[in-house]
């Protein structure tokens, strides 16, 4: 529910495209979810897993859509991301699921998921 939470102080439009932008709202959420977390009495270990999930759910799908991926590349998220790396998949699939719209067709989440 938090994964977003870093989207409305980090929303931007572009003059010439009007594209929505979020820069950086994963590592803004991240930070955020630890306030929000820690006063809702979450456990550190909690916290830790949550605010992770945050900060990473992006990466996936930059992986998976990037030209220049390498198995390197791969591998480094994998180690990084150790015994949350499924976690944070299926995060980013849901993710990627739920952005359709105008601007994201089924064919572009499909391709996305398939890869």
């Known amino acids: ?3 977003d939470v870093g989207k409305p102080t980090t ?3 572009e003059e010439d495209t009007g594209r929505h932008r979020f820069i950086k709202h ?3 959420g991240s930070r955020m979810s630890k306030t929000i977390l820690k006063e809702m009495k979450f456990s550190k270990k909690q916290i ?3 605010s992770a999930m945050i ?3 992006i990466h996936p ?3 998976v859509e990037s ?3 390498t198995e390197k590349t791969f591998m480094r998220f994998i180690r990084k991301m150790e015994n949350n790396l499924i976690d944070v998949i299926y995060l980013a699939m849901a993710d990627r699921l ?3 719209g105008e601007a994201i067709t089924d064919e572009m989440v499909e391709s996305c998921l398939n890869d």
């Open 98 to 100: 739920s952005a359709r």
């Open 48 to 50: 830790a897993y949550i």
């Open 61 to 63: 799908a930059q992986i």
């Open 67 to 69: 030209k220049d991926t």
């Open 55 to 57: 900060k990473h759910h």
């Open 1 to 3: 529910m938090l994964h």
């Open 26 to 28: 994963d590592e803004i």
């Open 11 to 13: 929303w931007t439009i």
